[in-house]
């Protein structure tokens, strides 16, 4: 029972997320001056911090001791051990990153007026921060400032996502989706023999009295696994047709099918020029390899900023 009331709690917490985001953006002024939507922010990332520390824990302490009789001497365990630890690790990382590192803003008025060298009239200013209005760049009311590059504001690191930061974003995505892959193949076989009664060697009468409730397990991994698929396959996607997740919004209003088919998934989808891809992701660090394990941007300064964009 207690099992079920952990998923209840998760559930609520999550709803909670998306109800607090929601009323930060109907009441985007009281909300930030406010000490309690202050608190309810910082709860915002306890979902997802909360899930991070049940899945360490489940796998250690409920999964390795069944799947390994001799939990810490034998290959598998090895081998079991170090995919989970370096899955986890990258994700905690990605995500921290995400939620701690500044998605990258551009320049006040004020800022500019101290540099004598720049004509202010050849700039966009935006009208509700005074920061500069480049391509790419939007105004997050969530956030009260205008971000570079922005793809979108994220209640669960409760960060924008932008220039700076898309990269964790997209890593946590991605190396999230490895370990709840990795999550679904370590729970299917107690889900099959205690839930559906296959027979099994490991999972027998015994041990499925003793996980309990955990055996049911595979279909949160499962349920989990499915929602990252779709956010990363999303992103992947844009990435790949070269347009944010704002444009993407605004076109969804513009254009008919027909129109999305020819203008955006044929032909931007096969132009060579993804700047996006590289701005945001390629040239964040200076070897590929990087990618693979915990490491911050490298990379500050990119291509040009005016080549791009629908
Ligand atoms: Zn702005
Ligand atoms: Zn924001």
């Not at 009331?5 to 997320?17: A, C, P, R, T, Y």
């Not at 001497?73 to 990153?97: E, G």
């Not at 047709?241 to 605004?250: E, R, Y």
Request: aromatic share 16%; hydrophobic share 50%.
């Amino acid at each position: 029972m207690a099992f079920v009331w952990v998923i209840i709690l998760s559930v609520g917490l999550i709803q909670g997320v998306f109800i607090i985001s929601s009323l930060q953006t109907l009441f985007p002024r009281g909300s930030r001056k406010k000490c309690l939507f202050r608190v309810l922010k910082g709860l915002q990332i306890t979902p997802v911090l909360f899930i991070f520390a049940s899945a360490i824990w489940f796998f250690f302490v409920v999964i390795l001791p069944i799947e390994v009789a001799n939990t810490y001497l034998s290959l598998k365990s090895i081998c079991y051990t170090f995919i989970a630890s370096y899955l986890w690790l990258n994700m905690v990382f990605n995500y921290l990153a995400a939620m701690i590192v500044s998605p990258g803003y551009p320049e006040t008025r004020q800022e500019l007026e101290e540099d004598t060298d720049i004509h202010l009239d050849s700039l966009k200013f935006c009208s509700k921060c005074s920061r500069v209005r480049d391509r790419g760049t939007h105004h997050c009311s969530s956030c009260s400032t205008c971000v570079l590059l922005m793809s979108h504001h994220c209640p669960f690191t409760n960060n924008c996502v932008g220039l700076n930061n898309f990269a964790y974003f997209f890593l946590f995505l991605m190396q999230c989706s490895f370990g709840l892959v990795f999550a679904a193949y370590s729970t299917y076989q107690p889900f099959l023999s205690c839930m559906m009664y296959y027979k099994s060697a490991l999972y027998t009468a015994d041990v499925c009295k003793e996980l309990g409730d955990y055996a049911v397990m595979f279909l949160v991994v499962t349920f989990v696994l499915l929602f990252m698929f779709i956010m990363l396959s999303f992103h992947t996607f844009l990435l790949i047709v070269d347009i944010s997740m704002i444009d993407f919004l605004k076109l969804c209003q513009k254009l008919t099918f027909k129109e999305w088919v020819k203008d955006v998934f044929i032909e931007r989808g096969l132009q060579k020029k993804k700047v996006l891809l590289r701005k945001l992701l390629l040239f964040r660090r200076e070897k590929w390899w990087k990618f693979l394990v915990p490491a911050f941007n490298e990379i500050p300064e990119l291509l040009p900023p005016d080549q791009f964009l629908v």
